[in-house]
Structures are given as C-alpha cells and as structure tokens.
C-alpha cells in the first residue's frame, strides 16, 4: 500500500528558504503527478503546483511561480518542494499529494513556521 | 484563474440531519470537480471525484451531483464523525479550491 511520508517541521527565518521531501513507500511514483498544497492558519486549502516525474518540468500556480520550485528524484521515490524568500505569511502546513484529476492519497502535512 | 465559490462559508446541523453544501465554478468546469473533507490536524480526505463518483471506502451518505458550473455535496444523514471543513476543487485548469464549508455541530 503506497503511503506518502513528508519531512518533519521546519522552522525558518523570513527570507530564507525550505524544502519539503514526500517519499512515496511501498510503490512507484514516477508516473503519478504528486501536487503541493498548503493550509495557512484558518485559511483554507491553496494549490501550488505539481510534477510528474518521469515527464519532468513542473507545473505552477499562478501565486507561487518565482518564488517554488517542484522535483522529483525518480531513484528515491521522492518529490520536493522549495519555497524562498519566506515571510510570516508563509507559515502553514503544507501537504503532498498524489493524482491528476482528483487527489486521492496525501502525504501527513509539514508544519512550516516563519519567525524571526 | 477559475474561482470556486462555495456556500454556506458555515453551517451548523444536527446528527441525521440532511446537509447540502454548493459549489459555483466561474466558467464551466464540465465535471472535473471534487469534493474532500478535512479535519485539523488530518491530511484532507477524497470524498467525490468528478463531480458525482464516490471515493472507494467513503460511506453512502455522501453524494454529489451537478456539471458546468453548479455542483452540490450533500451528506443525507449527518454522522458525529462528519463534523469537519469541506471544500470543493476544480482540476479543470489549473487546480484550485473553494474557501470551505465547516459544518458544525448544533
């Protein structure tokens, strides 16, 4: 049973930067799309992008592009997610997960937390 | 960008009670919409993929209907363990959900 098993929490301070990691256990990804989303506190549910890896270059939204970059280690099983120039707005916890049309398996969530 | 508006922002409803939350899409969205439920603390869970296909394992009293523009989730008998935020999502274009629908207790 595929599984995705993020990073723990991180915490950095505001214009740096964070990588999130997502393995996929117990099977391949490589031809799935694994999407970022994220969840600030009370606020709702934003899509970052996504990658399928083994068609490579990344797909972002609109909000973050400049600012994320989206990989895959197709040896690993495993996605990445970086995000710079951080602010305090930019605390939230961000999820992995799995699928095109429809996201059916997520990751556990990472906390991310921005303080000086 | 396609913007989902979902309605109520909240609501608050007793055990077995019927629960319809609604979703508009700002252009048509034919049926790629999905709805999950997420809980704080938990990873959002897949309830209905295109727009009327229950997820393997989610109970019947889910249910969801609609295309193009308009789309419903409606739960026919509200569970304790239903109390939870739920949101729309197009995949249309570039994914994007709704602001959320937190059904709580009455």
């Known amino acids: 049973q595929v599984q995705l098993v993020q990073s723990g929490a991180e915490v950095k301070k505001p214009g740096s930067s964070v990588k999130v990691s997502c393995k996929a256990s117990?099977?391949?990804?490589?031809?799935?799309?694994i999407n970022w989303v994220r969840q600030a506190p009370g606020q709702g549910l934003d899509y970052m992008g996504l990658?399928?890896?083994?068609?490579?270059?990344?797909n972002y939204a609109r909000k973050f592009q400049g600012r994320v970059t989206i990989t895959a280690d197709k040896s690993t099983n495993t996605a990445f997610m970086e995000l710079s120039s951080l602010t305090s707005e930019d605390t939230a916890v961000y999820y992995c997960?799995?699928?095109?049309?429809?996201?059916?398996?997520w990751g556990q969530g990472t906390l991310v937390t921005v303080s000086s | 960008d396609i913007q989902m508006t979902q309605s109520p922002s909240s609501l608050s409803a007793s055990v077995g009670d019927r629960v319809t939350i609604t979703c508009r899409a700002s252009?048509?969205?034919?049926?790629?919409l999905n709805w999950y439920q997420h809980k704080p603390g938990r990873a959002p869970k897949l309830l209905i993929y295109?727009?009327?296909s229950l997820q393997s394992g989610v109970p019947s009293r889910f249910s969801g209907s609609g295309s193009g523009t308009d789309f419903t989730l409606t739960i026919s008998s509200l569970q304790p363990e239903d109390f939870a935020t739920y949101y729309c999502?197009?995949?249309?274009?570039?994914?994007?959900f709704g602001q959320g629908t937190k059904v709580e207790i009455k």
């Open positions: 997960a799995r699928g095109k049309n429809y996201f059916d398996l």
């Open positions: 252009q048509s969205i034919t049926t790629y």
């Open positions: 999502q197009q995949t249309y274009s570039t994914p994007g």
């Open positions: 117990g099977g391949d990804f490589s031809t799935s799309a």
């Open positions: 990658i399928i890896p083994v068609f490579g270059p990344p």
């Open positions: 295109a727009a009327s």
